[in-house]
Nanobody, 127 residues
Framework: VQHLVESGGGSVQAGGSLRLSCAASWATDKTSCMGWFRQAPGKEREGVAGLFTTGGATYYDAYADSVKGRFTISLDNAKNTLYLQMNSLKPEDTAMYYC?????????????????WGQGTQVTVSS
């Protein structure tokens, strides 16, 4: 059974950084989309960042406007692990963060097609 396991969440002050990790139970050098989502209390889940990978290389990554220039998504196929580097964190970034995957055909910002989810990791940013 395929699964995803996130880690790296925590509490940080505004302006700080965190790196989230998501370990996949399969070889991630296959064609797929992988992404990060977040859900704050009382709000809908939103796509934060996504990438398209095939043949062991990442060909396209995309970000929500609210995190562009601050967050970076990356994939280490040697470790089968997806990362989200989050810099210049703001209190409004506080949420439960989930990693997710979608098989082909897929597009990283087609958020509705992601169908495999991790359990989530909490990020709290204080002002």
């Amino acid at each position: 059974v395929q699964h995803l396991v996130e880690s790296g969440g925590g509490s940080v002050q505004a302006g700080g950084s965190l790196r989230l990790s998501c370990a996949a139970s399969w070889a991630t050098d296959k064609t797929s989309c992988m992404g990060w989502f977040r859900q704050a209390p009382g709000k809908e889940r939103e796509g934060v960042a996504g990438l398209f990978t095939t043949g062991g290389a990442t060909y396209y990554d995309a970000y929500a406007d609210s995190v562009k220039g601050r967050f970076t998504i990356s994939l280490d196929n040697a470790k089968n692990t997806l990362y989200l580097q989050m810099n210049s964190l703001k209190p409004e970034d506080t949420a439960m963060y989930y990693c997710a995957a979608a098989g082909p055909p897929c597009w990283p910002t087609n958020w509705g097609t992601y169908n495999l989810w991790g359990q989530g990791t909490q990020v709290t940013v204080s002002s």
